[in-house]
């Protein structure tokens, strides 16, 4: 019998950011492809490179399906649209504003791994958003019998690389060909944690603020998909990051 989750299909949240804007979170459907297109339309070049290595316009068919065809296990997927279900006022469609979107992937070979990843609209950056996702993002891993989350990073510049050791205490990091790699223990968060209640003190937590600043340069699993598709040479894949 599959186990049962609080972060199923059926989860819905109502939030309100630190500006007043109202947001409603829930896990990303398979029907959600154009607003996640419209939303990393909306990223700014800098956003798309840290997160792709690479400048990149948009995102491909097999992409978009790989980032909303998600099963719940093994890959997750929460994402933030507006509350009143339309776009500001500047996009005259009238269609769904998506602001952002937390997922893990659990590692095949350790299940009790995944891969993380937030990305939100730069514009709502700053607002709690982030904050948000990350706590909810945490609970969906650990309900979910996750335990570590691991990041990959550029790690060529040996001052980032001091910086990064001295702020994760409870982790684990390797550096190979250039690319640094950090292993985070997950902090104990419950399902409906209030955003106020946030694990500051959490090596992970103190990680994706630096993300969310733009301060580090990254790899997630969106970056790497095509190299996990078995019918995809990496070697031959023009989006695989390099180090």
């Known amino acids: 019998m599959a186990a049962v989750h609080y972060f199923s299909s059926d989860y819905e949240e109502r939030a309100t950011l630190r500006d007043g804007t109202e947001v409603v979170l829930r896990m990303v459907r398979p029907d959600d492809k154009d607003l996640l297109r419209r939303g990393f339309l909306k990223l700014s070049p800098q956003s798309r490179y840290l997160r792709f290595f690479t400048p990149k316009l948009d995102l491909s068919q097999d992409e978009l399906r790989y980032l909303t065809e998600v099963d719940g296990e093994v890959h997750v997927a929460i994402g933030a649209v507006r509350a009143d279900g339309t776009a500001q006022a500047d996009d005259a469609s009238g269609d769904d504003e998506g602001l952002g979107v937390a997922r ?14 937030i990305a939100l609209l730069d514009d709502v950056q700053g607002k709690g958003l982030g904050s948000l996702l990350f706590l909810r993002l945490v ?18 510049n040996r001052a980032m690389q001091d910086f990064l050791f001295g702020i994760a205490a409870e982790r684990t990091i ?3 060909g250039g690319v640094m790699s950090i292993e985070f223990a997950l902090p104990d968060v419950e399902v409906a944690q209030p955003a106020a209640d946030l694990p500051r003190e959490s090596s992970l937590y103190k990680f994706f603020t630096l993300l969310a600043r733009g301060a580090l340069d990254w790899r997630d699993a969106v970056a790497r998909l095509a190299m996990r598709r078995r019918d995809v040479d990496p070697d031959d894949d023009p989006k695989r990051p390099r180090a």
């Open 174 to 176: 390797e550096v190979n």
């Open 104 to 117: 893990f992937v659990r590692l095949a070979d350790e299940p009790a791994v995944a891969e993380a990843a």
């Open 139 to 156: 609970a969906a891993a650990r309900e979910r019998g996750i335990e570590r989350f691991r990041c990959e990073i550029l790690g060529s």
